[in-house]
């Protein structure tokens, strides 16, 4: 079974601090993504990647950057937190580069900008 | 890029009625398209998916039809029961892998 872990379930931070969220994937894949999830608005991509050293901007990267230093590690970087950023934050993992294939979902990180 | 549309955002149904939520899709080199249910406070799960060389998929309770010349595509759920309460996302592939999801539909059943 795929397990896709994040870092923490809860964060609390303060503006203008810089923010790393973690993912780990333990199935090998080649994709990872970050999402975040706010209410009525579904989950909306931030960044993926598709290889190691790769990134892709997604929808809504204004204000994020991201690492894949290993295969199976992909941070999220928030490098002057704001209020706005505020969220659950998805991570995301799927193989291959057929783009037929799903993705699996970590558990998410409820973030609080204060 | 592509653009999803997913309705109704809330569904109410009573426990054994069937529930139909419905999607659709603007770019039709789309060929891939999950749905996802997630339980409050927990992740997206996928419980079915379909292929473009597909026209309808079922697994038990829950089935999915996929138009692609009106580029739409539906869960069916029969016999709903209350645990099948939860949101629904809806997704189309995109390029890299990617996938553009629906905003999700809150499905409550009631007993």
């Known amino acids: 079974d795929v397990k896709v872990t994040q870092s923490s379930r809860y964060l609390v931070k303060r503006t203008g601090e810089k923010v790393f969220l973690e993912c780990v994937q333990d199935?090998?894949?080649?994709?990872m993504f970050w999402y975040r999830q706010d209410p009525g608005l579904g989950l909306r991509l931030i960044y993926f990647?598709?290889?190691?050293?790769?990134?892709e901007k997604g929808d809504i990267p204004e204000g994020y950057s991201v690492s894949r230093e290993k295969k199976e590690r992909f941070s999220l970087i928030l490098e002057s937190a704001s209020t706005n950023q505020t969220s659950m934050y998805l991570c995301?993992?799927?193989?291959?580069?057929?783009?037929?294939?799903?993705?699996?979902f970590g558990d998410g990180t409820r973030l609080s900008i204060l | 890029g592509e653009n999803v549309e997913q309705h109704p955002s809330t569904l109410s149904v009573q426990e054994g009625d069937s529930a139909v939520i419905k999607c659709t899709y603007s770019?039709?080199?789309?060929?891939?398209f999950p749905w996802y249910k997630q339980e409050l406070g927990k992740r997206p799960q996928l419980i079915i998916d379909?292929?473009?060389?597909?026209g309808e998929k079922k697994d038990q309770r829950i089935a999915v039809t996929l138009n692609k010349t009106a580029k739409h595509f539906s869960l069916h759920i029969t016999e709903t029961q209350p645990e099948d309460s939860a949101v629904y996302f809806c997704?189309?592939?995109?390029?890299?892998?990617?996938?553009?999801f629906g905003k999700g539909t809150m499905l409550l059943v009631s007993p």
């Open positions: 997704a189309a592939s995109g390029g890299y892998s990617t996938l553009t």
């Open positions: 379909i292929r473009s060389n597909v």
């Open positions: 770019d039709s080199a789309s060929n891939y």
């Open positions: 990647s598709y290889d190691v050293k790769m990134k």
């Open positions: 199935m090998d894949h080649e994709n």
């Open positions: 995301a993992s799927s193989p291959g580069n057929r783009g037929d294939q799903p993705q699996h």
